[in-house]
């Protein structure tokens, strides 16, 4: 199948980490993929990301890929996520969500 979905979804993953803890993630493994049906280029899909464990040093999420009739096509459980960046990548402060663990993220990076 189309390997767009699966990325997209990373990237959103990616921005929930952004949001809600100021951590740029990426992608770093995962502990199961499974393809229900192979998604298809030039096709409308909508992803749950689903944070499972939030934690400066590694974010995990489950992710799971539907296209709009509300059919399952793809899951990835425990994806892994880290700054690989050493904190030298940050967010934007618009992203930021008021609130969230930036203050307490700064102190971690200090």
């Avoid at 995990?60 to 459980?77: A, G, H, R, T």
Wanted: net charge positive; proline share 6%.
């Amino acid at each position: 199948g189309s390997s767009f979905p699966l990325d997209a979804a990373f990237h959103a993953a990616c921005a929930w980490g952004q949001r809600y803890l100021a951590v740029v993630g990426f992608p770093v493994g995962f502990a199961k993929r499974m393809i229900l049906q192979p998604t298809r280029p030039g096709e409308r899909y909508f992803c749950l990301i689903l944070p499972v464990n939030v934690d400066m040093n590694l974010l995990v999420f489950d992710i799971l890929l539907y296209d709009l009739n509300n059919d399952l096509f793809e899951s990835v459980s425990g994806v892994q996520m880290r700054d690989v960046s050493a904190g030298r990548m940050k967010p934007p402060q618009w992203i930021i969500k008021e609130g969230g663990k930036r203050s307490q993220n700064a102190e971690i990076r200090k």
